[in-house]
Nanobody, 119 residues
Framework: QVQLVESGGGLVQPGGSLRLSCAAS????????MGWYRQAPGKQRELVAT???????NYADSVKGRFTISRDNAKNTVYLQMNSLKPEDTAVYYC?????????????WGQGTQVTVSS
């Protein structure tokens, strides 16, 4: 069973930075892609950023130029560097790993880490 453990969330002032980490229990290279999603109170979960095993990154328009996703295959860890944080970035951030099972995509999720941007 794959386990994803997020860390690095917390309270930060607007304009500040945080780095989230997602440690996987197995090789992250085995996944087609890994990514970060977030869910704010009363809203649906939304994609923040994804990265494939070949380091192709994709970002939501709302975070382009401020967030950077990266991976360290040796450490089985994916990171999300978040700069110039805004109050609207406040949410629970979830790590995601997508695999293929019986020819269909299958998602694994972490437990989430809270990010609060407030003065």
């Amino acid at each position: 069973q794959v386990q994803l453990v997020e860390s690095g969330g917390g309270l930060v002032q607007p304009g500040g930075s945080l780095r989230l980490s997602c440690a996987a229990s197995g090789s992250i290279f085995s996944f087609n892609r890994m990514g970060w999603y977030r869910q704010a109170p009363g809203k649906q979960r939304e994609l923040v950023a994804t990265i494939t095993r070949y380091d192709w990154a994709n970002y939501a328009d709302s975070v382009k130029g401020r967030f950077t996703i990266s991976r360290d295959n040796a450490k089985n860890t994916v990171y999300l560097q978040m700069n110039s944080l805004k109050p609207e970035d406040t949410a629970v951030y979830y790590c995601n790993a997508r695999s293929t099972v019986a020819g269909s995509p299958y998602d694994y999720w972490g437990q989430g880490t809270q990010v609060t941007v407030s003065s």
